[in-house]
C-alpha cells in the first residue's frame, strides 16, 4: 500500500537551480554546461543557466546546493516475478530499495524465478503477458519495471511471437534458460522476435539457475541476440579471450552485470573502448539471484569501471543511462528537452578520499543519493542504502 500511494502523485513545475554537476548521460557529450533545470508534466523542458530559464508558473523549486545530478540509472538485467517480492531470496521491498540505489528503471530477463513457472507454449505466453500487465499497473515507489519476457522453448513458432507482440510483450527472456540452447535453434527465433518487435537477450557463460546450461561463444555469435546479457557472467564467464572476441565480432549491446566475473567486466569494458564501441555498453545486476538483491548493484559497477577498469566516470555512468536508453529505446536515460525526468541527486560520499562526486568514484568509492525522482515526482529524499552525501538538495513551494 505504501509503494502504491508513493507511485502517485502529481508532477509539479517544478525548477532545479545550483546544481554543482549536470551529467546528461549521453557519451557524445556527458558533462553539459549548464546549473539548472525546468521540469513540467513530468518531462524535462529546459536545461541551461539558470540566469536564461523563465521560472514563470513554477510551484516548486529543488536547491541541488551544488550536488550532481545525473539521470535515473536504468538496471538492464533483473529477474521480477510478481509484485516487490522474490521468491529467489522470500525478499520484500527489493525494488523500492534499488530506487534508493538511483535506479529508476528496470528491464526485465524473464520471470524465471516464478515457482512452478509454465514452460508449455500456452502458460508462458500467458506468463508472459500477465507480468507485462502487472507491472505496467504496479510501480513501486514508482519505479518503472519492463516486465514480461517469456523464455525461448522448444516447440514456438512465429505466430507465438506475432501474440505475444499483438499483447504487448517487447521483451524476451533470457536465450538459454529454456529448453532452446542451440545457436540455430535460437537463431530462427530471436530472428522471429526481432520481426515482430520483441527484444531479445541472450545468457553467456556457464549456467546460473537449474535448467540453464553453457552458453558459449559460438552460441552467441550463432544467435545473434540483440543483447549480449551479463558478457561477464551470471555468474561463471566464458573465457577472457572468447568474452573479448564477442565484443570484437557482434555488433550487438555488450551488458555487463554485477553478479557476475569482475574481472572480465573490466576487460570487455576495456576491449569496448579501445574499439570504439563503448556505445554498446550497457549495465545490470542480474538480480534477484542466489547472491542475493544488491541495490547499489548499478552504482558498484560503475565504480568498478572508473577504479579498476580506467573507464572515465561520466562515462561509465552514460553506460548505465543513456546507452541503455537508446539501446531499449526508453523515454529516460538522458537530460535533455522532452526527455523523462527521471534523475538522480547525488554527491561525494562524507570522508570519501575523493576530491568531488567524479574522483570518489575513481578512487573506489559509491557516492551518496540525496533525492530521485521519476517523472518529476520526489520519489525519496536522502537515500536509506548509500553512504550519506556531502550535500542534500532542498525542496521549497510557491507561496
Not at 557472467?233 to 550487438?252: D, Q
Request: contains cysteine.
Amino acid at each position: 500500500m505504501m509503494a502504491e500511494a508513493a507511485a502517485g502523485g502529481v508532477a509539479e513545475r517544478t525548477l532545479v537551480k545550483n546544481i554543482g554537476l549536470l551529467l546528461s548521460g549521453d557519451l557524445a557529450l556527458p558533462i553539459l554546461d549548464a546549473d539548472a533545470l525546468l521540469l513540467d508534466g513530468g518531462k524535462i523542458v529546459a536545461v541551461g543557466r539558470l540566469r536564461d530559464i523563465d521560472p514563470e508558473g513554477v510551484t516548486q523549486t529543488i536547491d541541488a546546493h551544488f550536488c550532481a545530478v545525473t539521470p535515473g540509472l536504468i538496471d538492464s538485467h533483473v529477474h521480477p516475478v510478481f509484485g516487490d517480492w522474490t521468491p529467489r531470496q522470500n525478499q520484500i521491498g527489493w525494488i523500492e530499495s534499488f530506487l534508493h540505489g538511483g535506479v529508476t528503471t528496470m528491464i526485465s530477463a524473464g520471470e524465471v524465478h516464478l515457482p512452478g513457472r509454465p514452460k508449455d507454449i500456452v502458460g508462458l505466453k500467458a506468463l508472459a503477458i500477465t507480468a507485462q500487465r502487472a507491472f505496467h499497473n504496479f510501480r513501486p515507489l514508482g519505479v518503472k519495471v519492463l516486465a514480461g519476457a517469456p523464455v525461448l522453448e522448444q516447440g514456438m513458432v512465429e505466430s507465438d511471437f506475432a501474440d505475444l507482440a499483438a499483447a504487448g510483450v517487447t521483451l524476451l527472456g533470457e536465450v538459454g534458460l529454456g529448453s532452446v540452447k542451440s545457436g540455430y535453434e535460437a537463431r530462427e527465433m530471436v530472428a522471429w522476435a526481432r520481426k515482430h518487435g520483441i527484444q531479445s537477450t541472450i545468457h553467456t557463460g556457464g549456467p546460473s539457475i537449474p535448467g540453464s546450461g553453457l552458453i558459449d561463444r559460438d552460441t552467441v555469435l550463432e544467435a545473434d541476440a540483440d543483447i549480449i546479457g551479463h558478457i561477464n557472467g551470471g555468474h561463471t564467464a566464458l573465457p577472457e579471450a572468447h568474452v573479448c572476441e564477442l565484443c570484437e565480432k557482434s555488433p550487438r549491446a555488450i551488458e555487463i552485470v554485477h553478479n557476475g566475473n569482475e574481472r572480465v567486466a573490466i576487460a570487455a569494458a576495456q576491449v569496448a573502448r579501445d574499439i570504439g564501441a563503448m556505445h554498446r555498453v550497457i549495465l545490470g545486476t542480474d538480480s534477484p539471484a542466489g547472491s542475493g538483491v544488491q541495490p547499489l548493484g548499478i552504482l558498484r559497477v560503475i565504480s568498478l569501471l572508473a577504479s579498476l577498469g580506467g573507464i572515465a566516470p561520466a562515462a561509465a555512468i552514460c553506460c548505465a543511462t543513456g546507452n541503455t536508453a537508446r539501446l531499449r529505446g526508453l523515454d529516460g536515460g538522458l537530460i535533455a528537452p522532452g526527455r523523462a525526468a527521471d534523475l538522480v541527486f547525488m554527491d561525494r560520499a562524507q570522508h570519501s578520499a575523493g576530491r568531488d562526486m567524479l574522483d570518489s568514484i575513481v578512487v573506489g568509492d559509491i557516492p551518496g543519493i540525496g533525492l530521485v525522482m521519476i517523472d518529476g515526482i520526489i520519489r525519496c529524499g536522502r537515500s536509506r542504502n548509500t553512504p550519506p552525501a556531502e550535500r542534500v538538495p532542498s525542496l521549497s513551494h510557491a507561496a
